[in-house]
């Protein structure tokens, strides 16, 4: 009943998720993303906070002292201090930022792997209709992920909340402190809630990954119409590839029946390769590879030799050397010039005996 009615009841096939990634259709989690950054900004910030904030004071300090603004205003070049001063900042914040970077990639990594996809990158025409629009803005899936970023804006609040009540006593404990004490205890503070809410955070970016694997799994769900197309067209695929290897083998054995009985000689391996040569003195410079072939092949050419009357003659180191180092139809190396001689001198030889 659901195949009649077209119901996508079958799990997507591995084509159809090969071509969605293709498309950029991965299950990826922006709340896990999202989380893996903030969490890579507080560490940097633990680690980095107390030098790169002694660094940004001392190049404060230094640029606003007075004898520097008095220096500035004497020889005109505030401008030129300011973009200096700007300079200095920046070489303090890049290395932070280039971690960022490297952490917002890695948080994509660690979720899709390695993607490239032109075609996500493509304009779609159709987000800019504003019927479209509305209806994916009020649909049901819209709906249900409000609902659920508004329960884990509520969890993370929660988690929070909680850490405040746990931490009251220091905060009101600040008042009684100095500035730098209090910024101190202050920033502890800050960063044990941060902790408690990045947990949350990262435990609510896991589920929703796991969310998203699931709803991309089910999106791509097909019919069994579907599946059967597929498999019709994968298999008609496989068909004319096996149809144009039975085609080429024909070939293949065509040219063997002609080229194998010219050979004056056939070496072999004596198993595995089989290699037929042909010699003539007026037309050759050297002895020519006719055909050639490994298991199969081999055994064919020896039979045709055989029926043909061709010698074959069994020399396992030059059958391997000719079969892989020269092509049908090319002239042999001059390497192996000797070991052919040889070869084609015993033929000639057996020849005489058998004309004689």
Known sequence: MAEDMGEKTEQPTGKRL??????????????????????????????FAQSTLMRVLTIT?????????????????????????????????????????LVCWLSQFLQVGWLLSAKALQPKLDKLNPIKGLQRLFSKRSLIK????????????????????????????????????????AGEILIRIAIWALLMLLIL??????????????????TKHEVKDERKSMEGDMEQKAKRIRMGREIAMQRLQMDVPKADVIVTNPTHYAVALKYDKENMDAPRVLAKGGDYLAMRIRQIATTA???IVERPPLARALYHNVDVGQQIHPEHFEAVAEVLAYVYRLDGRMAS
């Open 205 to 222: 970016g896991l589920a929703d990954y796991a969310y998203q694997k699931w709803q991309r799994t089910q999106d791509l769900k097909m």
């Open 61 to 101: 300090r230094h640029n606003l002292s007075p004898e520097t603004v008095a220096s500035s205003l004497l020889v005109g070049d505030l401008v030129g201090d300011l973009n200096n001063t700007g300079y200095q900042f920046a070489i303090v914040v890049a290395p932070f930022m280039g971690v960022m970077l």
């Open 309 to 311: 009357g061709v010698p």
């Open 146 to 185: 409000g609902g659920l970023d508004l329960l884990k804006f509520a969890l993370v609040g929660g988690i929070a909340f909680i850490a405040v009540q746990f931490e009251k006593e220091l905060i009101e404990s600040l008042p009684s402190l100095t500035v730098i004490q209090s910024v101190i205890v």
């Open 18 to 47: 090969s071509d969605a990634r293709e498309q950029g259709q991965v299950g990826k989690s922006q709340d896990l993303t999202a989380a893996i950054i903030m969490i890579g900004a507080v560490v940097l910030m633990v680690v």
